[in-house]
């Protein structure tokens, strides 16, 4: 058996929670808006189109912003396309995933299914083939009250007020062969210190997201985020992170420690962005946008889209459907997440609907959650307060990847508002169970409030829209107190939350 030792203490933060951690994103990519949170005709849909089954569980999802419109899509994409009578739209050509955008949806859709959505806009703007004036002109669209010719045209479609929206991405991977408008990373570099620029010139508390790398294994990692905020640093708030996971040759230990690459990954971008900062004598800090992370079998539907003459509507795209053991990798990524949370500032796991997904959709028919909903859900409705310092001790288990790691993997919060401490756990060993003490005598503890698990049996199950339940959390009954100490199991291959109520100690 794994054994494991947590310490906690309250008075040992991190940082607060950003509620900006539990992103989402929604691309013009596949069904992810068709047929996906978008189908007029649907027996749930309401006066704009929006599917009603699929508003609900993004609500009981418990997103908190959500990136649009991409993505790859983003580079070479008319905001304009999108917005004024349906009717009068006209349909392009998409050439990152080689589909015909209708732009039935646009960006007036989109703002008022985030309403409903209760959750905050993340707006990318089209540096690949566009630039400066057409950042600038969707700006005005967006957040302009009156008296200009895009605010007009704004309220003339039918919103009144401004969107206010205050999160920006300046352009999408543009380091990425694969990206329509790929650029170097100085040229990348002055265009988006030239975007930030301007659109400071509108609103000085703009937050802005220069581009990174598009993923850690990019041979010009490292050069890229130093060139590009070598050109930005001043005029940028936070850079991104893209990251996707899926297990190589079978290899499940070196999966479930999925969370030892993206805490890497972001230590790594913290210290080069810290070192250009350093050289520049500035005491602004860089933060991180990991603004897309998921688990995605890319090996099993390669990324690149069809080609030839057919240009489908919203074809099924990248539509993983996730095995048990996928929630517990999703569950660990977020607890990498939120232990980086004085640095990672928001993210937004990729995507949100059908395209490797938590939720599905049948057209015409049914939505339900992946195994991968539960961990994400849980998470972001009881990580609240603040990221807590978790001192770790115990055993370790082997990966081919990533060597030898430990065994359980955690983190904490503490909201002082409702004395509450919830505690994250994956057993990444796949042989044996964890049997894990939690030291609270930092705290006062009067009680277990709930413990729940994911996993541990039947790995390879997936949900269906018939079966949806296969990863549903399961009451963990082996959480026990014992004076300052609180005990528990945790099974191979699970993930694990620990509530309890607590009171700050005074020593």
């Known amino acids: 058996m794994h054994t494991a030792r947590l310490s906690l203490d309250p008075r040992r933060r991190v940082a607060p929670v950003p509620r900006r951690l539990f992103g989402s994103f929604v691309e013009h990519l596949g069904r992810c808006v068709y047929t996906g949170i978008y189908e007029p005709g649907h027996p749930t849909a309401d006066a704009d189109g929006f599917r009603g089954d699929v508003l609900a569980l993004v609500r009981e999802l418990g997103i908190t912003t959500v990136r649009y419109p991409g993505g790859n899509f983003v580079s070479s994409y008319r905001w304009e396309d999108g917005v004024g009578p349906v009717a009068q739209r006209p349909a392009r050509l998409d050439l990152a995933w080689h589909s015909l955008e209708t732009n039935a949806f646009g960006l007036d859709e989109f703002m008022r299914w985030l309403g409903k959505a209760d959750a905050e806009p993340i707006m990318a703007v089209n540096l690949g083939t566009r630039g400066t004036a057409e950042a600038v002109d969707l700006l005005e669209y967006a957040n302009h009250r009156a008296g200009s010719h895009l605010a007009d045209q704004r309220r003339d479609n039918g919103a009144v007020d401004p969107y206010g929206i205050r999160l920006w991405c300046l352009g999408n991977e543009m380091d990425g062969p694969w990206q329509v408008g790929q650029r170097s990373a100085t ?5 988006a210190a030239q975007t930030a620029k301007a659109m400071r010139r509108f609103d000085p508390g703009l937050e802005l997201v220069a581009c990174g790398s598009s993923h850690l294994g990019m041979p010009t990692f490292g050069s890229w985020e130093r060139d590009v905020l070598t050109e930005a640093y001043d005029d940028v708030d936070l850079i991104s992170l893209h ?6 040759d079978d290899d499940l230990r070196s999966f479930l420690a999925s969370a030892e690459d993206m805490d890497t990954y972001i230590d790594a971008v913290t210290a080069i ?5 350093a050289i520049r ?13 998921n688990v995605w079998y890319q090996s099993a539907a390669p990324s690149t889209p069809p080609s030839g003459e057919d240009w489908p509507v919203a074809p099924p795209l990248l539509e993983d ?3 048990v053991a996928d929630a517990v990798v999703v569950g660990g990524l977020l607890i990498s997440l939120l232990r980086h949370s004085d640095r990672v500032a928001a993210a937004c796991q990729a995507q949100l609907v059908n395209v490797i997904a938590p939720i599905m959709t049948e057209p015409g028919g049914s939505a339900w959650r992946q195994t991968i909903f539960h961990p994400f859900a849980r998470t972001a409705r009881h990580a609240r307060g603040a990221v807590l310092d978790v001192l770790r001790a115990g055993s370790t288990t082997a990966t081919d990847r990533y060597g030898e790691v430990a065994a359980v993997d955690a ?3 503490w909201d002082d508002s409702t004395g509450e401490l919830a505690v994250f756990l994956v057993n990444r060993g796949t042989d044996a169970p964890a049997a894990v003490t939690v030291d609270v005598s930092g705290a006062q503890v009067t009680g277990i409030i709930e413990c729940v698990t994911v996993g541990g049996t039947d790995l390879a199950a997936k949900n269906t829209a018939d079966g949806p339940d296969h990863a549903e959390p399961r009451p963990n009954d082996t959480a026990r107190q014992a004076d300052a100490d609180v005990r528990l199991t945790l099974p191979p291959a699970s993930w694990t939350m620990l509530r309890m109520r607590a009171t700050e100690a005074t020593r």
């Open 187 to 191: 040229e990348y570099g002055r265009l």
């Open 243 to 248: 990251a996707y996971y899926q297990p190589v």
């Open 273 to 277: 962005a810290d070192s250009v900062g």
């Open 281 to 293: 004598r500035s005491t602004k800090k860089i933060m991180i946008a990991f603004d897309e992370w």
């Open 321 to 323: 459907h996730y095995s």
């Open 411 to 413: 983190v904490c919060t």
